[in-house]
């Protein structure tokens, strides 16, 4: 059995085999980070702005700011304007949502965001992996794999995986 764990590139199943596309429930498929900023807060702090959200993440001894957005709502000149990073300097990440029709595939189970990519809100890839690996350990049999199980895998990861989907699209909603 090999697991790919290997993140959005998907290194051993390929990020070609995603067939599932997101981005209309999960928009922002660009997030523009600030790190080395003075940390002062204590908790996460998340608000949402008319382009996509915005995040402030304290650590220990820097702070790192961001800025979710639709590459077709906004372009990356009005995100660094909005983000406000005091000449800290700001990587740009494309995160496209979407996920695989099928996570285990022959004698390859992909986990985590070589399975799913859930946009940039909550970053919920580990949390997924932690649930599959779960999932895999209570199917897995002692020698080979049944096609039913590997269905029966595809479906719970799936169900998982499209329920952290809604949770997260939640976050884009205009309020009440």
Same mark, same amino acid.
Do not use: K
């Given at each position: 059995?090999?697991?790919?764990?290997?993140?959005?590139?998907?290194l051993?199943?390929?990020?070609?085999?995603?067939?599932?596309?997101?981005?209309?429930?999960?928009?922002?498929?660009?997030?523009?980070?600030?790190?080395?900023?003075?940390?002062?807060?204590?908790?996460?702090?998340?608000?949402?702005?008319?382009? @996509?959200?915005?995040?402030?993440?304290?650590?220990?001894?820097?702070?790192?700011?961001?800025?979710?957005?639709?590459?077709?709502? =906004?372009?990356?000149?009005?995100?660094?304007?909005?983000l406000?990073d005091?000449?800290?300097?700001?990587?740009?990440?494309?995160?496209?949502? @979407?996920?695989?029709? =099928?996570?285990?595939?022959d004698? =390859?189970?992909?986990?985590? +965001?070589?399975?799913?990519?859930?946009?940039?809100? +909550?970053?919920?890839?580990?949390?997924?992996?932690?649930?599959?690996?779960?999932?895999?350990? +209570?199917?897995?049999?002692?020698?080979?794999?049944?096609?039913?199980?590997?269905? +029966?895998?595809?479906?719970?990861? @799936?169900?998982?995986?499209?329920?952290?989907?809604?949770?997260?699209?939640?976050?884009?909603?205009?309020?009440?």
């Amino acid at each position: 059995l090999f697991v790919d764990a290997s993140g959005p590139p998907a290194l051993l199943r390929g990020p070609t085999v995603r067939s599932l596309d997101w981005t209309d429930t999960l928009p922002a498929d660009r997030l523009l980070v600030a790190t080395g900023l003075p940390s002062s807060a204590s908790i996460d702090r998340y608000r949402r702005w008319s382009m @996509g959200w915005a995040a402030d993440w304290p650590g220990r001894r820097r702070s790192f700011r961001a800025i979710a957005f639709s590459a077709a709502l =906004c372009d990356e000149a009005a995100a660094r304007t909005m983000l406000d990073d005091a000449g800290a300097p700001a990587a740009l990440a494309e995160m496209p949502a @979407g996920r695989q029709q =099928c996570f285990w595939s022959d004698n =390859c189970l992909a986990i985590g +965001e070589a399975a799913a990519q859930f946009g940039a809100l +909550e970053l919920v890839g580990f949390s997924f992996a932690q649930a599959q690996i779960g999932m895999a350990l +209570e199917l897995l049999p002692p020698r080979s794999m049944p096609e039913r199980l590997l269905l +029966e895998y595809d479906r719970l990861a @799936g169900m998982r995986a499209d329920t952290l989907r809604d949770w997260l699209a939640a976050h884009h909603l205009p309020p009440a």
